[in-house]
T-cell receptor
């Protein structure tokens, strides 16, 4: 059974203080590793898909990387508007589902 | 481009009742998936519909059922509601049934409370 574990559960940063969120995954035949952002009371918003180890993708202050067992979401010089829960999900095997982690709740303070 | 829309946004039901949640997929998307998100948890896969047929199901009992219509919109039906069914129900659409090829785009969900 696919498993996704995210750490830390919660992270508090000062504005401009860079950090990384971790996603460890166990999946048979990875088809894709996904990152989403979720604001309170909203649905998850798609950020990135990574398909193979060594791949990197960037969007504004966010960069996602992938190894054979982990993915990292690096946040460079974060701003208060980056505060949200960040969800990681894997897709693998022959199934059509995403397996999500429980998320990292990020708060960026002035 | 119209995104995924869900209705209603909030709903309160009594244990034992039945509920129907509705979803309109993003334009150009032919696949709809439903997820349940309990408070403080990640979304859990309920099932997926493609070409009006169920195309994969998670570990949910048969009292969770669904439909997809020719315009790709979808319904989630839950019978005999239990207290543990209280959650945010998310609908997501995509271009293809394989999630490895096409990311899911989510609506803002229906918050269901069962008392």
């Amino acid at each position: 059974e696919d498993q996704v574990t995210q750490s830390p559960e919660a992270l508090r940063l000062q504005e401009g203080e860079s950090s990384s969120l971790n996603c460890s995954y166990t999946v048979s035949g990875l088809r894709g590793l996904f990152w989403y952002r979720q604001d309170p009371g909203k649905g998850p918003e798609f950020l990135f898909t990574l398909y193979s180890a060594g791949e990197e993708k960037e969007k504004e202050r966010l960069k996602a990387t992938l190894t054979k067992k982990e993915s990292f979401l690096h946040i460079t010089a974060p701003k208060p508007e980056d505060s949200a829960t960040y969800l990681c999900a894997s897709s693998g095997g022959g199934g059509n589902k995403l397996t999500f982690g429980t998320g990292t709740q990020l708060k960026v303070e002035l | 481009e119209t995104g995924v829309t869900q209705s209603p946004t909030h709903l309160i039901k009594t244990r034992g009742q039945q509920v129907t949640l509705r979803c309109s997929s993003q334009s150009g998307h032919n696949t709809v998936s439903w997820y349940q998100q309990a408070l403080g948890q990640g979304p859990q896969f309920i099932f997926q519909y493609y070409r009006e047929e169920e195309n994969g199901r998670g570990n949910f009992p048969p009292r969770f059922s669904g439909l997809q219509f020719p315009n790709y919109s979808s319904e989630l039906n839950v019978n005999a509601l239990e207290l543990d069914d209280s959650a945010l129900y998310l609908c997501a659409s995509s271009e293809h049934p394989g999630t490895g090829n096409s990311p899911l785009h989510f609506g803002n969900g229906t918050r269901l409370t069962v008392t």
